[in-house]
């Protein structure tokens, strides 16, 4: 599959071909929401945690004797049905993670780069450089119709690209090696170097 290599202004500068079993496979709805689900539980913290009837500082007492008060008969003050008792089967701090077959992973990636293809999501530029300001930078996505996006590259983004646009808001720069389905999905429009495809595909063939 040939498609273009464009400028940061619009201009064209080459083209290039896509390997198919990559760029150009049938998106799978299942398998890229089991990868993002995978990637999400990873980043959970886990550190939800309450306190059970052995951790309360009370006494485990029974409150006050059975007969002879008039009053409902009771055991101690820390069991779960009264206020600053224990919680009973409350969450614990745990890892939410849970594995996930490479296979899986990798097909999920393609379908996404595959999805971006077909919507036309997908734009290839030579290089990633500008002039550090990000008022250029806000121009040039202008032109491309840009306004949310994921760029991927193989470390040959320019000190001052990455700088710029860092105040581009719905925008991120992530390398090859971290290109995941969940921040392609989330933004519009995913922009990869020449160098940083040919990274892709090595990888994912």
Same mark, same amino acid.
């Given at each position: 599959?040939?498609?273009?290599?464009?400028?940061?202004?619009? @201009?064209?500068?080459?083209?290039?071909?896509?390997?198919?079993?990559?760029?150009?496979?049938?998106?799978?709805?299942?398998?890229?929401?089991?990868?993002?689900?995978? #990637?999400?539980?990873?980043?959970?913290?886990?550190?939800?945690?309450?306190?059970?009837?052995? #951790?309360?500082?009370?006494?485990?007492?029974?409150? +006050?004797? #059975?007969?002879?008060?008039?009053?409902?008969?009771?055991? !101690?003050?820390?069991?779960?049905?009264?206020?600053?008792?224990?919680?009973?089967?409350?969450?614990?701090?745990?890892?939410?993670?849970? @594995?996930?077959?490479?296979?899986?992973?990798?097909?999920?990636?393609?379908? !996404?780069?595959?999805?971006?293809?077909?919507?036309?999501?997908?734009?290839?530029?030579?290089?990633?450089?500008?002039?550090?300001?990000?008022?250029?930078?806000?121009?040039?996505?202008?032109?491309?119709?840009?306004?949310?996006?994921?760029?991927?590259?193989?470390?040959? !983004? &320019?000190?001052? +690209?990455?700088?710029?646009?860092?105040?581009?808001?719905?925008?991120?720069?992530? &390398?090859?090696?971290? !290109?995941?389905?969940?921040?392609?999905?989330?933004?519009?429009?995913?922009?990869?170097?020449?160098?940083?495809?040919?990274?892709?595909?090595?990888?994912?063939?």
């Amino acid at each position: 599959m040939k498609v273009d290599i464009i400028k940061f202004d619009g @201009k064209k500068a080459g083209n290039m071909s896509l390997k198919d079993n990559v760029f150009n496979i049938e998106p799978r709805d299942d398998i890229m929401s089991r990868v993002v689900n995978w #990637q999400l539980s990873k980043r959970r913290i886990g550190s939800h945690s309450v306190l059970s009837r052995s #951790q309360i500082s009370l006494t485990k007492s029974k409150a +006050f004797k #059975q007969k002879g008060t008039g009053r409902a008969r009771r055991g !101690a003050n820390s069991v779960v049905q009264f206020r600053g008792g224990g919680v009973v089967h409350g969450p614990v701090v745990r890892s939410h993670g849970h @594995k996930l077959n490479k296979k899986i992973r990798k097909l999920g990636l393609k379908s !996404a780069l595959s999805s971006k293809v077909k919507n036309d999501n997908l734009i290839i530029v030579d290089k990633l450089d500008c002039d550090g300001k990000t008022s250029s930078l806000k121009k040039m996505f202008v032109s491309l119709k840009i306004s949310s996006c994921c760029i991927i590259q193989n470390d040959d !983004a &320019s000190d001052t +690209f990455v700088r710029a646009i860092k105040n581009i808001p719905n925008s991120i720069v992530i &390398s090859e090696l971290g !290109a995941n389905v969940y921040d392609i999905l989330k933004h519009k429009k995913l922009i990869i170097t020449e160098s940083a495809i040919k990274k892709l595909e090595e990888r994912l063939t």
